[in-house]
């Protein structure tokens, strides 16, 4: 059975169809690549499946599960974690903060044990601590830890959105141009993370623009144009596809 | 929150100086000064609830209405049932707290301009309601003749009337430590983390499974518990209230107060509403002008301390860098 599967997924926003019955099904473990030429509706479709947006038809299924209604919370908890395109990060903590609040679905302790400061939320938080900081070195992030996460650059900003991704614990990861704006070293350093957390088991959907990051991370990729899947297969398949060569080159 | 621990003794000493003073200072000043601290201390507990709703980015102008449902509860139930001010104050508090259980489930739907406008409609519905049914709420003229504090018998021993001014305002002094010292606990707590993260980035919150709308609930229930009892603090001692002391000019003396004071910590606000009540004592012979110096006070405010008083300290060392006065401090990382 699919981990996540998108059947039939449609949003309109008025006249425009920005994702037009989109098919995708993606298997625990993989890498799954998203591309498509700009406006093509691939963030919306990340806002679909994560429960940002309701999808006008269609529906959403995690493990066999209809989720469609979910809201991002409860679909957080089922282990749909997200990033965002831009920097998305609590910019004025600190970054063991960040990774901290990131833990929150790892919390279990309810809100009077976190008001009273019982010994339970205490051993809680001791443990929410270490495990921030072993996520904060697996990401190569320790050495930062009691810097103000607004003042990294940019790189390590998106590398500490993806850390606070992994606090939760994802059994799906969606990565929303995860390489934007990074120079070459980062993105090759970005995408070998990308890969030890595939073989760690976590599965993996990923929107970005660039190419040689894409055709060397990714298992399968999706290609999607005017809000339609038009291509899915290997880097390979997708390379020597002839739909896909037309939408990037552009035909009419 | 954040302190580290070169500001930790000065943090320290400045509370106890401050401690210090609300001890001595009833002992010295006259009945008028004591009214007005008393004052002070209730509208303490006002805006420091307040702090708990802007944690969460919502600037709610309902919070004085709620202040009212407090102080409304406290007079009906002393007057038709003769309940207790102790027992008044918790019962303040929770009725304050369930009208705004009832009015934030459609208020946190909202957010930014239509949640100020929207809490600002709820706020003046509540008040209506003051003005509209005179059969419990008595109307545009209020309620009168709300029963005191009582007084404070141990067997024959002693008889204390709690409510002549140095008592009452001692009591006064503990209701606000306590509703103080909750509130901080909160703010200090996992749940202020997650409140502080949320007001940061709502939409980052809710991907990472945070319940966004629960604990903005909560920060806004909580918030409205100790507003009411503040209000029931204020029944009890002005003995009449009306729904023209829950208004608009009231909010925007809050609104002033949390402004002028910041709200990125927890003593910010306090900062705010003591500076301005001293400033408004000093000024009080020109009664007219009251407003337009406020005004102004707020304009120099926003303009040279845009994070308000609270941001003062921190600016201290970059003012004295400014004007080329070489500062030993320990090397940044």
Not at chain 1, 151 to 157: I, R, T, V, W
Not at chain 2, 131 to 158: E, K, T, Y
């Amino acid at each position: 059975m699919a981990l996540l599967e998108l059947a039939g997924l449609t949003k309109r926003f008025g006249a425009l169809v920005a994702v037009d019955e989109l098919n995708v099904s993606i298997e625990r473990g993989e890498i799954r690549g998203l591309i498509g030429p700009n406006g093509s509706g691939k963030t919306t479709v990340f806002n679909l499946a994560t429960g940002f947006y309701r999808p006008s038809a269609g529906r959403v299924l995690w493990q066999g599960e209809d989720v469609t209604l979910l809201s991002p919370e409860r679909r957080a908890k089922l282990g749909i974690i997200r990033t965002f395109q831009q920097a998305a990060l609590f910019g004025e903590m600190t970054v063991v903060n960040n990774v901290i609040v990131a833990c929150h679905l790892h919390l279990d302790v309810g809100l009077a044990g976190q008001f009273l400061k019982t010994p339970k939320m205490r051993a809680v938080q001791r443990r929410i601590e270490a495990r921030a900081d072993e996520i904060l070195e697996l990401m190569g992030l320790l050495e930062v830890k009691h810097e103000v996460a607004g003042d990294l650059p940019h790189g390590s900003q998106r590398v500490l959105g993806i850390a606070m991704a992994l606090a939760s614990q994802p059994q799906l990861l969606l990565l929303d141009e995860p390489a934007a704006g990074m120079n070459p070293v980062e993105t090759e350093r970005l995408m070998s993370i990308i890969r030890m957390l595939r073989d760690k088991g976590t599965t993996m959907f990923l929107v970005e623009h660039d190419m040689k990051a894409v055709m060397s991370t990714c298992d399968r990729i999706t290609v999607m144009d005017f809000g339609q899947g038009i291509a899915e297969g290997t880097p390979h398949e997708v390379a020597k596809n002839a739909a896909v060569i037309e939408a990037y080159l552009g035909g009419g | 929150m954040r302190g580290n621990s070169a500001s930790l003794p000065i943090t320290l000493i400045s509370w106890i100086a401050v401690i210090a003073v609300f001890l001595v200072l009833p002992f010295v000043v006259g009945p008028y000064l004591l009214e007005v601290m008393i004052m002070l201390l209730i509208n303490i507990v006002v805006v420091a609830s307040f702090r708990l709703i802007t944690m969460t980015g919502g600037w709610s102008l309902a919070h004085i209405p709620l202040v009212g449902v407090g102080a409304y509860s406290a007079a009906l139930l002393s007057k038709h049932f003769g309940v207790s001010f102790w027992l008044n104050l918790p019962l303040g508090g929770l009725t304050a707290a369930f009208v705004a259980a009832a009015i934030c489930y459609p208020l946190l739907r909202m957010k930014g301009f239509a949640f100020f406008i929207g809490s600002f409609a709820a706020g003046e519905a509540i008040r209506l309601c003051w003005i509209r049914f005179r059969n419990p709420f008595g109307g545009p003229r209020g309620l009168i003749d709300i029963a005191g504090a009582g007084s404070l018998r141990v067997a024959g021993l002693f008889s204390l009337n709690l409510d002549s001014g140095i008592p009452f305002y001692f009591l006064t002094v503990l209701v606000t430590l306590i509703c103080l010292y909750l509130m901080h606990r909160l703010g200090d707590s996992r749940i202020g983390v997650t409140l502080e993260a949320i007001h940061i980035h709502d939409n980052l919150a809710k991907s990472l499974g945070i319940p966004v709308t629960k604990y903005r609930a909560l920060a806004f229930i909580a918030g409205g518990f100790f507003a009411g009892v503040a209000g029931a603090m204020l029944a009890h001692r002005l003995r009449t209230i009306d729904p023209h002391q829950f208004g608009f000019t009231t909010t925007l003396y809050l609104l002033l107060w949390a402004i002028v004071g910041g709200t990125t910590t927890f003593a910010g606000p306090l900062l705010g509403i003591v500076a301005l009540t001293a400033i408004g004592e000093l000024i009080r012979r020109f009664s007219e002008w009251v407003p337009l110096i406020y005004g102004v006070i707020l304009i120099v405010v926003v303009l040279f301390f845009p994070q308000g008083l609270e941001s003062l300290p921190a600016r201290i060392p970059f003012l004295l860098k400014k004007y080329g006065i070489a500062q030993k401090g320990k090397p940044r990382k």
